[in-house]
């Protein structure tokens, strides 16, 4: 079992308890991290720090991340951070070089492993960088989501370097490489870009729109990306624990306003044609063609300048009328692309995770107002019908208080999920949220709570299992 092949190993046949266990456990492991699209999976000794265990075997596999050749890593710093975390917490480091995985970028996310109330090692995942590539990128459909042919999503970092692949790198990597060196970027750089054939964590995008995301800020607006070249842009921080990302969503200004160039194009010439046509009839004519004609130019440069939400009003059958409503019809394209990006990035912060065919996972994190609440019922209740689950655990772990408002919203929620069958079990609830539920007094019948996800998970399985044994009885009984 050579390297790329270390995985497939499951016992090592020399009899020992470590391959025993390794044995049993080692072929479940591996399939969860195949199914998630993970890069690795660790288990770490809590006072050693030694790596007892990895899917893969690479060379981090058995030496320490405390004084070992990479306890400067940023595995190893995941490994001490998550080490004194406590019961129930993780942490997440970003991406950095990780020598072992060949220098590529690499990202952690850890959590303690608990024998009663003793620490006993932590349990370590290495981030699914093509997973994140395939949902920033559409899995390089970009055309099928609205995004023509310049725009792109993308995460930057608080280093203001790029967390997933450049669109342009990946479909024109000469042209890419050749932009980059014209824009000045160091050549040690674009050495690491060329050699690795990837821009995270290499690529540096300071932007108006990134400066301002990371700082906090959500909006929109027209500026220079990282190319040098004018851009639509909607941005906004992401809502990661430990990570400080923000994602943006772009299309060049030229390809977003070819239809209104077209148009201004069209409305000038319609001046020219007109002015000669109407010098000769007389002055007022001349005035009811001349205003609606400037107010569309005024409306044209509006556009140009990304605001798009005054409406443009078209009354009549003329040409003009006509040309008002093509212009409409523009705004509300426009428009409708950048709500569309607005809501590919809330529905990150509401994912849907499947634990099996029939059991699901919705983990909840920071403020939930109203507008997030919401989302989340709607992402609910569709994906739940869609995956045709039968048990949702909604983790609270991450929700610090709950107003009242929201926990309405929320418990609604859960009782619109009740509704389609499904049992609703609420996990890792903290001891304000749940006395702010207990004063509420809201009727929470057929939703149970667990106190950690992992008990939630067990809570609904062992619920399915009795649904299904009285689904036989009463089928053993109406057969009899």
């Known amino acids: 079992f050579e390297t790329g092949s270390k995985h497939l190993l499951d016992d090592a046949l020399d009899g020992s308890t470590y391959s025993q266990a390794h044995r049993q456990y080692h072929p479940w492991i591996r399939n969860f991290l195949e199914r998630f699209g993970y890069y690795d999976i660790f288990l770490i000794d809590h006072e050693s720090g030694k790596v007892i265990y990895s899917v893969f075997k690479e060379v981090d596999f058995g030496t320490s991340l405390i004084d070992g050749p990479y306890w400067g890593t940023n595995l190893a710093e995941a490994f001490q951070s998550a080490r004194d975390a406590g019961r129930g917490k993780f942490k997440i480091v970003d991406f950095r070089p990780y020598a072992p995985s060949y220098g590529g970028q690499a990202s952690f996310i ?18 699914p960088v093509d997973r994140i590539n395939d949902i920033m990128t559409s899995r390089q459909e970009w055309g099928r989501v609205g995004l023509g042919d310049t725009g792109e999503t993308y995460i930057v970092g608080d280093d203001l370097t790029l967390r997933n692949q450049s669109r342009f790198l990946i479909e024109d990597r000469e042209n890419y490489l050749r932009m980059i060196k014209q824009l000045g970027v160091a050549y040690g750089t ?9 821009s995270i964590g290499l690529q540096e995008v300071r932007t108006e729109g990134t400066l301002a995301a990371v700082g906090g800020t959500a909006g929109s607006g027209v500026f220079p990306d990282y190319r040098g070249v004018p851009v639509f842009s909607a941005y906004r921080k992401l809502d990661v624990p430990d990570l400080n990302w923000a994602i943006m969503s772009e299309i060049d200004r030229a390809e977003a306003l070819g239809p209104v160039r077209a148009m201004r194009n069209r409305s000038l010439a319609l001046l020219g044609i007109l002015f000669l046509v109407i010098v000769g009839v007389a002055i007022w004519f001349s005035g009811s063609l001349t205003r609606p004609i400037k107010r569309l130019a005024g409306i044209a440069a509006e556009l140009a300048e990304g605001r798009l939400d005054r409406s443009i009003s078209a009354d009549g059958r003329d040409e003009i009328a006509d040309l008002s409503r093509s212009f409409e019809s523009m705004r509300r394209s426009l428009r409708a692309l950048v709500e569309h990006q607005e809501r590919e990035i809330e529905a990150l912060s509401v994912p849907l995770i499947p634990l099996r065919d029939d059991v699901v996972a919705m983990p909840l994190m920071g403020e939930l107002d109203a507008r997030r609440l919401d989302r989340i019922r709607e992402t609910l209740v569709e994906g739940l019908h869609e995956l045709g689950a039968t048990a949702v655990l909604l983790d609270l772990t991450g929700v610090p208080v709950l107003s009242p408002e929201s926990a309405e919203r929320l418990i609604g929620a859960a009782r619109a999920v009740r509704l389609l069958g499904v049992k609703v079990v609420l996990t890792g609830m903290q001891a304000d949220v749940a006395r702010d539920l207990a004063d509420l007094d809201l009727q929470m019948d057929g939703i149970e709570t667990a106190r950690s996800l992992e008990n939630g998970i067990r809570v609904a399985l062992e619920r399915l299992r009795r649904d299904e044994g009285r689904d036989r009885f009463a089928e053993q009984e109406y057969e009899a």
Request: charged share 20%.
């Open 110 to 127: 850890a959590t303690p492993i608990y024998d009663g109330d003793d620490v006993i090692g932590v349990l370590a995942f290495q981030m």
């Open 190 to 198: 674009i050495r690491q870009i060329e050699e690795t054939g990837s």
